[in-house]
C-alpha cells in the first residue's frame, strides 16, 4: 500500500461578503487530492481537503516542501504498524522534516491540509465515516448521532441594513438553525448595538446570538465594544483583538465580562496554550475555535486538546471553525461542543452534504466512508477534476 500522487490546485471562492476586516473578493483555497494504490469498489482509494476558508491558497509550499517528502519516503515508512492503512501521524512526522520550530502559518495550511485528506482516504480504506475512525482512535469509541450546529451570517453587503438583516436571521432560523452569529466591527458602535439589539429581540434569547469582531479592534475600540456588549450575555463574543495580543484580551475580558469565543487564527499548540495562560480566559465561560485544516490537521489537534486539558479545558468548550465537513466529522469523532454552518456563503467549499439537514440546531451526521465530500455534487466536481 502507497501514497502514489499528491495533486493540489488552488481554487477562487468567489464571495461579495465583507467583515469588520476584509473583503473575499481575491480569496482563495488550497484543494488537495492524496491518490493511493489501494482499490475500493474497483477504483482508488483518492482522500480530499481544503484548507478551509479565510486563508489563502498555499499550493508553493506543497509543492516545493511537503508532497515532495511525502512521495520520496519508503513507502512503508508512512503505514501504520500493522501495514493495513496509512498513519497520518507518520505523513505528519515526515512532513515536518527539516522544518525549523516556530515560524508555524508559513506551512500549517499546507500541511493541515495534505494530513486532512489523508485521513480521508484512511476513513475510506477503513469502510467507516471519518468521525467514527476519530472516535476510535481518541474519544474511546463513542460518537453522538448528532451534532450541536450554529449558522454564521450577518455579514456586511452593499445595501444592507437591519431589516435584510433580520430576514437572513429568519430565514436561517427557518431553514433549522437556532443560535446565529453575526458579524460586528464593520460599522459604528451606535449602528452595531442597533443591529444586535434588533437581533436579540428577534431571537429572544440571548444564548441564541453571538457576535465576531474578526480580530478587527485597536485597544480603544476593543474597550468600547466591551462596554457596550457585556450587558446584552450573547451567546459569545468572538474574536474582539488581534488573535497575538493576549494582554489586550485580558483586558477586554475582564471590562467584557461575558463568554468570549477565539482561536480561529491560532496556528499551533504553543500560541493556544500562550492564549489559555495570557488571555484572560475562563474555562467555564469561554470558547475556543480552531481551525483543525489550517494548523497541522488532525493528529496535532489532538495534542493541542491534551495541553488544553491539562490547563482545565474540556472538549465541549471547543468550536472549531469552518463549517464544512472536515469540521463536522472531527466535532463529533472528538466529542467537541459544536460544529459552524454558513450555507451558501463561500460557494462549492460551504456547508455539509447536498442532502445534510438542520433540526432545531443539530445536524445528523453523514454515513458515506471518509469525509464525505462525494455527497457534496459541486464541490465533488471540483475535487475530481484533479484526478
Ligand atoms: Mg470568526
Known sequence: MRIVDIRETAVALNSSLRNAVFDFSEM????????????????????????????YACGAQMRARFIPRVLKAAPDSLLAPDGRNLDPERVLGCMMQREKPGGHTERSVAIGTIEVAVWDAVAKIEGKPLYRVLADRYNGGVAPERIACYVGGGWYEPGKGIPELLDEIRAKFDEGYDVMKIKVGGATLDEDVRRVEAALDFVGDSGRLAVDANAGFDRARALAYAQAFGRYRLKWFEEPTDPLDYALLAEFSDRYGAPIGTGENLFST????????????????????????????IVQFSRTLAAMRALGWSRERVFPHGGNQM??????????????????????????????????GWLALPQRPGIGFEGQNALYALMKQMT
Open 28 to 55: 482563495t483555497t488550497s484543494v488537495v487530492a492524496v491518490i493511493t494504490d489501494v482499490i475500493r469498489e474497483g477504483r482508488p482509494v483518492i482522500g480530499y481537503a481544503f484548507n478551509s476558508t479565510g486563508r
Open 327 to 360: 469540521t463536522l466529522h472531527i466535532v463529533a469523532g472528538f466529542g467537541l461542543g459544536g460544529c459552524e454552518a454558513y450555507p451558501g456563503v463561500f460557494g462549492a467549499f460551504a456547508g455539509f452534504a447536498d442532502d445534510a439537514r438542520v433540526a432545531d
Open 270 to 297: 504553543q500560541d493556544v496554550v500562550n492564549l489559555l495562560r495570557f488571555g484572560g480566559l475562563q474555562p467555564e465561560r469561554d470558547f475556543i475555535q480552531t481551525d483543525v485544516p489550517q494548523s497541522y490537521g
